[in-house]
């Protein structure tokens, strides 16, 4: 626009896509809407990553989640 912000598509996040492997418990008054074995979409830098026995694994909160495919 003539007086607006132009963010280049580089600068653009782009969401990323997994397979939940598990599950946590959840909050005790929020229940858990993702199962083990969803496809999910997520953003870039959503989440932790670690190694677990030379496997790269990502934790994060189910807010993270932008949804479920």
Same mark, same amino acid.
């Not at 607006?4 to 959840?26: F, S, Y």
């Not at 809407?33 to 999910?40: A, F, I, L, S």
């Given at each position: 626009?003539?007086?607006?912000?132009?963010?280049? *598509? $580089?600068?653009?996040? #782009?969401?990323?896509?997994?397979? +939940?492997?598990? +599950?946590?418990? !959840? #909050?005790?008054?929020?229940p =858990? $809407?993702?199962?083990?074995? *969803?496809?999910? =979409? &997520?953003? #870039? &830098?959503?989440? $932790?990553?670690? $190694? +677990? *026995? !030379? #496997?790269? &694994? =990502?934790?994060?909160?189910?807010? *993270?989640?932008?949804?479920? +495919?």
């Open positions: 626009t003539a007086s607006g912000i132009i963010i280049p *598509d $580089t600068a653009k996040e #782009k969401p990323q896509k997994g397979k +939940v492997i598990a +599950v946590g418990n !959840g #909050k005790k008054d929020e =858990l $809407t993702v199962k083990e074995g *969803d496809e999910v =979409l &997520y953003g #870039k &830098y959503a989440g $932790t990553e670690i $190694t +677990v *026995d !030379g #496997k790269e &694994y =990502l934790i994060m909160r189910e807010s *993270d989640i932008f949804a479920i +495919v």
